[in-house]
């Protein structure tokens, strides 16, 4: 009986020492640090990792709202920013994901062409 009331003494201790010494998190820096995120060399799907994990750490009421809009502010093509501006309100961070993807394929399929000596289509070129 001694031993179980001093292992959970121990216990209480422990987690006493732990919530004290565990660094507190700083959500308005986490937040700014976030909103400070910006396209770089990244292919946009790796950016959209990029503000996810970020966003994680942000404790934001509705995250997945806010990496979409994050992203879609950044985003320097106007051609796939227009695109998933016509979905309006029914647009998703899955939808904006899956656009993206479909896009970033686009756009790989024809740079390959132009390296391969393919005409450039003007059609191929548009999104969607």
Known sequence: MADQKETKELETVIAA????????????YERLTFHKLSLGN???SEFLIII????NSCEFKEKEEMIRDKF?????????????????????????????KI???????????????????SNKTKFM
């Open 72 to 100: 879609i502010l950044e985003l320097k093509d106007d051609s796939l920013k227009n695109r998933l501006l016509e979905e309006g309100s029914n647009l998703t961070l899955t939808k904006t994901e899956e656009l993206t």
């Open 103 to 121: 896009y970033e394929k686009r756009i790989q399929d024809r740079d390959i062409d132009i390296v391969y000596g393919g005409e450039k289509n």
């Open 42 to 44: 990244e292919t946009l």
């Open 17 to 28: 020492f732990e919530k004290h010494f565990k660094p507190k998190k700083n959500i308005v």
């Open 52 to 55: 996810k994990n970020a966003a």
